[in-house]
């Protein structure tokens, strides 16, 4: 059974960071690329950042880009997402969730992406 442990959420003020981790198990992490999306009210889910545990390649939102870093530690099969500069509008429950590679990697496509975590609540105060 594929599962997803996702901690470090929290309230955090603006300018400020956290780190968020993705714990998996169930899955070998070489045939997956983990990627974090985030939901928040009344809006889709969107695609925030990916990598590739195979290869390193790592992708990035527009809006995040500069500000997050998504890396990852095999041994641990965990996948962390650094979040600085926060502001009000990165406010969401974030995902981590695992696609097989070889799915379109940058474009993030949300119904490749196969198994989910149960998301961590983030909220940026301005």
């Known amino acids: 059974e594929v599962q997803f442990v996702e901690s470090g959420g929290g309230l955090v003020q603006a300018g400020g960071s956290l780190r968020l981790s993705c714990a998996a198990s169930g899955l070998n992490f070489d045939d997956y690329v983990i990627g974090w999306f985030r939901q928040a009210p009344g809006k889709e889910r969107e695609g925030v950042s990916c990598i590739s545990s195979s290869d390193g390649r790592t992708c990035y939102a527009d809006s995040v880009k500069g500000r997050f870093t998504i890396s990852s530690d095999n041994a641990k099969n965990t996948v962390y997402l650094q979040m600085n500069s926060l502001k009000p509008e990165d406010t969401a429950v974030y995902y981590c969730?695992?696609?097989?590679?070889?799915?379109?990697?940058?474009?993030?496509?949300?119904?490749?992406?196969?198994?989910w975590g149960q998301g961590t609540q983030v909220t940026v105060s301005s």
């Open positions: 969730a695992a696609a097989v590679e070889g799915v379109p990697f940058y474009e993030m496509p949300i119904y490749e992406y196969n198994y």
